[in-house]
């Protein structure tokens, strides 16, 4: 798309929210990437790598850029955690093997391609009664990586396996859970993770489910005991409910994301701002952060920064309604669209854009989508309200239709999502990429 820029110079922009008082928990350091990153997206791990102290740049020809030997390499050490796989086999398959059929690289040699020297965490949900404790030789081996990393990764999967490896049936840290806090709390550590693995990062956090689903069950998600047979799912209904197929649910995760913060993935991809939103009402989260793949926000303490190819979207309800319905609604969510080079403070509520302010909107239209739940159509809105001349758009989330098993009943609604703004919405525009701040979200 032709764009009238009024600078090749690249201009730093602020824009600032209301001030509010500083949330309870910023401490961490936390690199969450949205699921499917490209093994190729070099700014991603770059990222990571510079989140270290022992930043350097690789060779990412190459598989052997650093000895793994942890006394004596100068990589970033990072603890390679599988346990969303569903076996430690699994786990040891994808840390040690590349995938035959889809040619995805074992971990192994991911981390050594961009310029990390990777140990693997051996705890799984099959092991972690031994592997994620002390006094066998197994779980001090975990505890004493964990102890020595620079970076502790989760992988993608199921969250709530990651859950029952590093939480007792209780809640409570394991030992090896209680090393790896220890770690992140005095600021020595940084955690990541990627789709299963950045949602964990919150605290209570949510899974399952589809964004439809969790609007016409409205927002009211199964809380699950960690080391459910049934994960996340709502199951309060039976295995064969239409609950069970499209609603959410919510366990005990690890909560470095921030006290007041809820997480989500895979999110322009699979339309879950709205999951966000339902999910933040649930939670009584009042901070959503919502990442699209190939993409990853870091954040250290309240300071947060966007990495890769597409965006994350930050979601604030504090001056927000909902209103009492039989089904989700909520007035005047306020949602910002951050691309990379972008930042964003969670304490302040700050954006900062790396691109140029638009002051002359490319559209004359509006965007109304017919499918505003699909891949791409609510990023698609938010950034072209951001653009456009006219003060709203409306999207259909349509009822889906299944040709099998539980499915909605013709009373189901079609639901709406309106974008639009206000003095205090911005747009910003540079080099084939946006970023759109304080955009007004209502669903009804």
């Given at each position: 798309m032709n764009k009238m820029l009024n600078s090749f110079t690249v201009r730093m922009l602020i824009c600032t929210g209301l001030l509010t008082s500083?949330?309870?928990?910023?401490?961490?350091?936390?690199?969450?990437?949205?699921?499917?990153?490209?093994?190729?997206?070099?700014?991603?791990?770059?990222?990571?790598?510079?989140?270290?102290?022992?930043?350097?740049?690789p060779n990412t020809s190459i598989y052997t850029n650093c000895v793994t030997d942890w006394a004596t390499t100068s990589c970033p050490r990072v603890a390679v955690v599988t346990a969303s796989a569903d076996t430690a086999a699994y786990g040891d398959n994808v840390y040690n093997n590349d995938d035959a059929t889809t040619g995805a690289l074992s971990y192994i040699k991911l981390f050594q391609k961009h310029?990390?020297?990777?140990?693997?965490?051996?705890?799984?949900?099959?092991?972690y009664s031994s592997d994620s404790y002390s006094g066998?030789?197994?779980?001090?081996?975990?505890?004493a990586i964990i102890n020595q990393a620079d970076v502790v990764f989760f992988n993608g999967g199921d969250q709530s396996r990651a859950a029952r490896t590093f939480l007792s049936n209780s809640g409570a840290d394991t030992p090896l859970m209680a090393a790896l806090r220890a770690r992140v709390n005095n600021g020595s550590l940084v955690i990541a993770g990627t789709s299963a693995g950045t949602m964990i990062q919150a605290n209570p956090m949510i899974?399952?489910?589809?964004?439809?689903?969790?609007?016409?069950?409205?927002?009211?998600?199964?809380?699950?005991?960690v080391g459910s047979s049934t994960g996340l799912k709502?199951?309060?209904?039976?295995?064969?409910?239409?609950?069970?197929?499209?609603?959410?649910?919510?366990?005990?995760?690890?909560?470095?994301?921030?006290?007041?913060?809820?997480?989500?993935?895979?999110?322009n991809a699979r339309g879950r701002v709205?999951?966000?939103?339902?999910?933040?009402?649930?939670?009584?989260?009042?901070?959503?952060?919502?990442?699209?793949?190939?993409?990853?926000i870091y954040l250290n303490g309240s300071a947060a920064s966007v990495f890769g190819t597409n965006g994350v979207s930050i979601a604030d309800t504090a001056t927000a309604t909902f209103p009492t319905a039989s089904y989700f609604k909520v007035t005047g969510a306020q949602v910002t669209y951050l691309t990379s080079g972008d930042s964003y403070n969670l304490s302040t509520k700050t954006a900062t854009s790396s691109k140029s302010l638009i002051t002359r909107p490319y559209y004359?239209?509006?965007?109304d989508s017919a499918a505003i739940l699909g891949a791409n159509e609510i990023t698609k809105s938010l950034t072209w309200i951001v653009d456009s001349t006219t003060t709203?758009?409306?999207?259909?989330?349509?009822?889906?239709?299944?040709?099998?098993?539980?499915?909605?009943?013709?009373?189901?609604?079609?639901?709406?999502?309106?974008?639009?703004?206000?003095?205090?919405?911005?747009?910003?525009?540079?080099?084939?990429?946006?970023?759109a701040v304080r955009v007004l979200v209502d669903i009804y």
């Open positions: 500083p949330f309870s928990a910023y401490a961490a350091k936390v690199f969450m990437m949205g699921g499917a990153t490209a093994e190729a997206n070099n700014e991603i791990y770059a990222g990571l790598r510079a989140a270290t102290s022992r930043n350097w740049t310029g990390f020297a990777p140990k693997h965490i051996t705890a799984h949900a099959d092991n066998n030789a197994a779980g001090d081996a975990n505890i899974g399952e489910g589809v964004a439809y689903g969790v609007l016409y069950f409205n927002a009211n998600f199964a809380s699950k005991p709502d199951d309060r209904s039976g295995t064969s409910s239409l609950a069970y197929a499209e609603n959410a649910g919510t366990m005990k995760g690890f909560g470095f994301a921030g006290a007041n913060v809820a997480v989500d993935t895979h999110c709205a999951r966000l939103l339902a999910g933040m009402r649930n939670t009584a989260k009042t901070q959503g952060i919502c990442v699209d793949e190939d993409t990853a004359a239209t509006y965007y709203y758009n409306v999207g259909t989330a349509p009822t889906p239709v299944y040709t099998s098993g539980a499915t909605y009943p013709s009373s189901a609604l079609a639901y709406k999502i309106k974008f639009y703004k206000d003095s205090n919405t911005k747009g910003y525009y540079s080099s084939g990429k946006y970023s």
